[in-house]
Every structure is written in structure tokens, then in C-alpha cells.
């Protein structure tokens, strides 16, 4: 990509992130959110709540002369609350009390000592800590209780959050609101081509024999799909390149989105124009198809319920599936996975219906039905279509490729 | 805690991880087992596939002489695979092929040639960069292809594995086992205590009020539960005090588990025991009760399945919820939540029945019925018990305290 992009490192503080507590989701967050706006994170250094160790991290982190430094954690009233101290230590200045830091404590902690029915003079001592800052710093304000801090060395723009998920994500989003209208983020753009039903190994040839000398290119792989992504700045010939690349992609490769739609997105927009309902018949998912389904605020406007047929007399009872068939064929079958569609769809009316019935084991699997076999059916107005697959990896990877599975199935019957 | 414990750096390799396009996995799941062996992880430094970044990273956690160093990602056949040369850099060595190493390599690929019906002098030639390794250091046995890196650096023992997550963790727990057989591991020992229904508020005072000057101890909340972890070198005054601690807990707060088991597990082994049968009735969970139940395998010895009954129209129709009681209390409603457990358990036969209904937003709220507002319920062969809640956070969050309200409520049902 021509012209070298803003570098940005992290810092996150907590003690809690390294013993296997809690995983980190704010360094994963940023670093994604950085990447689309056309910033290079070159580093994500985690450490633990200790004066000299923050302290270092911080002068590893700035000795690199990064753009942006952005720190999570360590903001607030407890004695391993330490950002701001080794910040001062490692900008050289001392400490101080800021008045306007000062104020923005006051009134958050006034808001809360009234929501919880609290003593404000009972909290204020204590919360009063989160004004002190680095001498010549700035605070950023809080969502939470604790003001974030802002402040520079040198070519890089610093900026701490408390490490509470929702509030660093929207101080995060506060301040590139801000760094946006200063025009701090180049124009980049993002777009990521996705395919279902090819390997790694077949798609990257293709990136590769299109040129893309003008474009940052990343592959990806999970869940049976590959994504390309394209990252470059916005300009007529590199537009034109990565046009050509996603056309080159498109040619040769089953590409189902290269407008940044996932399947889901796709599957909830061709329900919604279908103007028809979806239910589920779920066995090795439990559920899972369900719950992805429901993850979508709205999803309740084409998706109405189903049944969760783990054992076969669930199978029998609920979804008519014949006992006959079930003897004969085996509950892992193609023959049974269209009939749970078809008895799901007839048991609600929907227009559509997704069945799954796999071994996802670890358990289970036989030379003629190994671990991994799984038989996914569509049931619609034109008629029901099953596939079979095999997928790789433990149990969480077997269920997670089916549901995937059952959703590019619909994907493709929703399109004709 | 009395004696200091070993002390592990981790250093991640990847650009995908800095981008947006991975999570990582290997840092989470080796903090938390490093953590259960007794030894504290200090540092998470995540860096690009760069090689001054990587060496620099390495310099940085080396510098701190910790006892162990493990790096993941970077060792693989591309010309980003980085972490053998930055190593030896790092290390101040030169690299060169070794025969042990190169022997690995081999009989990998020819393994992997065999099986996908490829030609084994193709692969080779590139393969074989994986076997140059740093001076003095051995090869660890690859689990897929690329061998690891043990070597020494003054009081530090440093590993390098692949980044392929089941690479890393199958490296990590052989080189581990041969750690315990060294005696690298202080004994320690780890106790978990779990409350449910109580904040971490109203815990932290009761561990605070017991002696602990020999343990070290972490409060961590989420899904509804409080969780206290306590880990203490083993010997006669610290597995007092922890005993000591755990007593307290369990008289002063509703602690449901002291041994490390789960609420999963608990629900688990008590449907065994009790012989009965489980299915659920999912509205505003979609699904993902039953999704957590069948994550586990052997879930098909006690559960059977269930209804998802997202659409009114469903509650009727499959779970036979009478229309007029939707009519007079909404679906939303302990009514509801009762008559769809009893109506799972009805349809199918099972022992016990969970039913979930509520308001998990963003919309769809009401004064009376706000977003977080749901109803649990449990049938049972003596009774149908509803428990209402009320849960903070997002979509996301108030379905997964709805999952977990659920599997609780069932604990204790099945406690009797």
C-alpha cells in the first residue's frame, strides 16, 4: 500500500487478564476498530497490575514512536488503580490534581450516590483519586465513574480508558469521533469479499494472480468460509485495482459477499423480502442454529421457534418423523434430516425450515458415520434440499461448522 | 503468599491478531493453565510478523529474566514465519539447520503428503526451513508440522510453538508434563469457591473478614455468579487458612459449589443421579439454553430436547400455552413461564422442564415489562417453580444470564 499508515500500540492493565480470569476484549475491539480506519496496530502488551511493570510497558510501548498509544485498564479507586501514576513516571512529570478531572468525578459520583440511594461524602474521598493526572495531560470524559486520560510525548497522541468493556469501547469511540474531524485517520478503504465452498489453498492463487501491488490483503479461514480482505487508500488507481481484484474473485471463485454482508445478514435481509417465516429442527446443535438465529435484534420478524430434537423420540413425537425411517436410515441420514425439516415446517406452518443432524462426538462416530458427518436440510415453498458434510476439528468446531452450514444452505434456497 | 512464584513471559506472534481478524486463544488459555500450575504470567506482548518488532518484543520479555518464556506463531513455512530467526537474534546466536530437527520435519510431511495424495519432493524443499533453528536450542515434536523451540537464556527456559491453537495447546501441556517431571511447578494448590445470588459487593467483606495473609486471592463476577479463587503454596498453616476462608464463605454466603464443579456440572451430575430426563422451552433465549446444555458430550444421556417457542403462535401450538393466558398476562409472564415448562414436559414426557421467557431487548420494552425483565421456570416430577429476574447489560448479556438463571434454578430443583 503506498504511503506508510498511523502506527498505534496498546497497553492493557489487569491483573485478571493474565491468570485466566478474563479474556480480553478490549485489545481485540481496538485493534480491529484501528485496522478499518486505516491504522496499523503494531503491538498489544498485556501486564499485570504492578507500578514497575505498567511503567516499562509504557516506555516499550512509547520508545517505538507509535502515532497513537492507547491504554486500557488501571483507572479508578482501588490501590492497583495505577495508569495514571505510571503514566506521569514514564512522561517524566509528576501528578496533580486537575480541576476539571476534578469536576467530572464530582458529578458522576453524585449521579450515583443518588441512583444507588448512597452517602455522596461516604464516596467521595475514595473516587476523588481519579483527578489526579499527569501534569499537562487532559481528561477524557468518563462514561463510567472514571475520567480516561489524554495526553502527548513526543509524535504520539496517548489516550487511557478504564478497562471496563463498555466504557472503554465508548470513550474509545468519543475520542476517534474527535481524531476524525482533526482528519488524524487516513482515507483508507475496507472491503472484504467472502466464499463458502472453497479452501484457503484455492482462493489465495486467485488473490495472487490479480494485481494488488497498491492493496494490504488479508486471508482468512473459519467456519467453512474464506474471506478476503482488502485494505487500501482511497485513489483511483488503487479503487480500480481492488475492483478488479473482488471481479477476478468473483469469477472464480463462489463468492457470495463482497458488499461486507455476512451470511447472516444476508439470510435475515432474504427472509424479510421472502415475507415468509423460518423455524428450526436442531439434533448434534442443541440449539445452537436457534441461538444464532436470535442474536439479531429483529430476527422475531421471520423467525418463529422450532424444535430441538436431540433424542429420536423427540424426533417421532414432535416432528413425525417415522420410526421406520429412523431404523432404517439411522437419526444421521439424509432421508432424516429431510424429514425434520419437513415435520418442523408442517408442525408450524413457516415457509421455511433448517434441520441439522450430525455426530458431533467426541463420541459416537462408526467407519460409516465418523465424528464430523453432518446433514443439513432446507425445507421451503419450492422444495426441500439437503447436503452433507464433513467438518473438521472437537465437538464446539462440529457445531459451529453446521449451523454455518445450515445458513449458507439457506442462503443459496433464499436466492433461487 | 509466602515465597515467590515462578514467573512466565508469553510473547504472540501475528498479524491477524493485531488486525481484527483472530482472537487470540493460545495467551488466554496458557495465562490461565500457567496460573493453575503456580506460576504468574507477567507479560502478554502481541506483535506483527515483523522482524525487528519480534526480536524487540523478545528483548523486552527476556529482559525481565522471567523463568519462562513461551512464544507463539511465527514458525511455519511463509516468509512471515519469523520466530526461529528473531530468536537467535535475540538470543545473540546464529541459526542452522538441525539433523533432529530436519528428521521431524520430514516425517511430517511425508505423513502429510501421504494423506492428501501430494508429492512429497514438492513439499520438501520448503518444509525444510522449519528446521532451522537457533544455536544450542532443540526441536519440541510437532503435533502438526512445524516443530517448536526449547531453549535457555540465562534463568529463563523459552518455548516456541506454531500459533494453530490446538498445536499450541498440545505443545504446551507435552512440554509442561515434562516440567512437572522436573519439578519446575510449585506445589500449589487452587480452591474455587462460586456464589449465586449474592453481588461481589456483599463477597468481598466476607473474605476480607477471614484471615488470608497466606493466599492469594481473586473475586471475579459474571453471569450472575461470584467466584473467589484461592491459590496458596500447600502446607499445614495455608491449607488451614483456606479451609478457614472457604468455611466462612459457605456460612455467610450462598456458595453452591467449593470443589471446582460448575454450575454445569452440578446440573449435569444431578440428572444422572436422579435418572429423570430434561427438556427446555427457549423464547427469548432461541435456543442457547439448549446450546450450553449439549455443549457438553454425554448430554444426550439426560437430555432429550425441547420447544423454541420464540412466536406466540409456537407457545400454543407445540407447548400448548392457552391462548387467553397470553392474552391476560403476556408472554412475557411467570404464568407463561410455567405453563411452557409444563407444557415441554407434557409433549415430550421428559422428568424435568426449563423454560425461559423475557424481554432481551433492545426493544420490545415496556414500563411493566422492561428489557432484562425474564421469567425462568422449572417443571419438575414435584412441582413447577418460576423465579423472576432482572438482568443488566445488552441483548448478548441478558440471554446469558437468562441461560444461567436457568441451569441454576434447575441446581437447586434437583437439590430438592
Same mark, same amino acid.
Given at each position: 500500500m503506498s504511503g506508510a499508515l498511523p502506527r498505534a500500540a496498546v497497553v492493557l492493565s489487569g491483573n485478571e487478564l493474565l491468570d485466566g480470569r478474563t479474556r480480553d476484549t478490549n485489545g481485540a475491539f481496538l485493534s480491529a476498530d484501528l485496522s478499518a480506519r486505516g491504522v496499523n496496530v503494531t503491538s498489544i502488551l498485556t501486564v499485570a497490575d504492578d507500578e514497575e511493570r505498567l511503567t516499562a510497558a509504557l516506555e516499550y510501548s512509547l520508545a517505538a514512536e507509535p502515532d497513537l498509544l492507547v491504554i486500557g485498564g488501571g483507572l479508578g479507586t482501588t490501590h492497583d488503580d495505577l495508569t495514571a %501514576?505510571?503514566? %506521569?513516571?514514564?512522561l517524566g512529570v509528576s501528578l496533580a490534581e486537575d480541576p476539571t478531572a476534578l469536576g467530572l468525578v464530582e458529578e458522576r459520583v453524585r449521579w450515583v450516590a443518588e441512583r444507588r440511594h448512597l452517602d455522596f461524602e461516604g464516596l467521595f474521598p475514595l473516587a476523588r483519586r481519579q483527578a489526579l493526572l499527569?501534569?499537562?495531560? +487532559?481528561?477524557? $470524559? $468518563?462514561?463510567?465513574v472514571a475520567p480516561g486520560i489524554a495526553a502527548r510525548s513526543g509524535p504520539t497522541r496517548i489516550y487511557a480508558y478504564p478497562g471496563v468493556p463498555y466504557e472503554f469501547e465508548a470513550m474509545w469511540r468519543a475520542t476517534a469521533e474527535r481524531l476524525q474531524a482533526e482528519e488524524f485517520f487516513p482515507d483508507v478503504a475496507v472491503r472484504i469479499v467472502r466464499m463458502f465452498g472453497i479452501g484457503e489453498l484455492q482462493a489465495a492463487p486467485l488473490l495472487e494472480a490479480a494485481p494488488h501491488d497498491l492493496l494490504e490483503t488479508g486471508i482468512n479461514v473459519?467456519? /467453512?468460509?474464506? +474471506?478476503v480482505r482488502l485494505r487500501y487508500r482511497r485513489g483511483a488507481p488503487a479503487d480500480a485495482q481492488a475492483s478488479a481484484v473482488v471481479a477476478a474473485l468473483e469469477a472464480g471463485a463462489p463468492v457470495f459477499s463482497s458488499d461486507g454482508r455476512t451470511v447472516d445478514d444476508i439470510v435475515a435481509d432474504g427472509l424479510r423480502e421472502s415475507g415468509l417465516t423460518l423455524t428450526v429442527a436442531e439434533s448434534c446443535t442443541g440449539g445452537l442454529l436457534g441461538a444464532r438465529l436470535t442474536e439479531r435484534q429483529g430476527s422475531s420478524d421471520y423467525f418463529v421457534g422450532g424444535v430441538i430434537s436431540y433424542a429420536n423420540e423427540v424426533k417421532m413425537g414432535l416432528l413425525g418423523v417415522p420410526a421406520g425411517m429412523l431404523a432404517q436410515y439411522g437419526a444421521v441420514s439424509e432421508e432424516v434430516a429431510g424429514a425434520m425439516a419437513e415435520g418442523v415446517r408442517a408442525a408450524t406452518g413457516s415457509g421455511y425450515a433448517l434441520a441439522v443432524s450430525g455426530v458431533a462426538g467426541p463420541d459416537g462416530g462408526t467407519p460409516? *458415520?465418523?465424528?464430523?458427518?453432518?446433514?443439513?436440510?432446507?425445507?421451503?415453498?419450492?422444495? +426441500? *434440499?439437503?447436503? =452433507? /458434510?464433513?467438518?473438521?476439528? &472437537?465437538?464446539?468446531?462440529? =457445531? &459451529?461448522?453446521?449451523?454455518? !452450514? !445450515?445458513?449458507?444452505?439457506?442462503?443459496?434456497?433464499? !436466492?433461487?
Open positions: %501514576a505510571c503514566l %506521569a513516571r514514564a499527569p501534569a499537562s495531560s +487532559t481528561p477524557v $470524559p $468518563p462514561v463510567g473459519g467456519r /467453512g468460509e474464506v +474471506t460409516d *458415520k465418523p465424528v464430523g458427518l453432518v446433514f443439513v436440510a432446507c425445507g421451503g415453498p419450492r422444495r +426441500t *434440499k439437503v447436503v =452433507r /458434510g464433513l467438518y473438521p476439528g &472437537d465437538r464446539a468446531s462440529v =457445531r &459451529d461448522y453446521s449451523v454455518s !452450514a !445450515a445458513l449458507h444452505l439457506l442462503r443459496r434456497e433464499l !436466492a433461487g
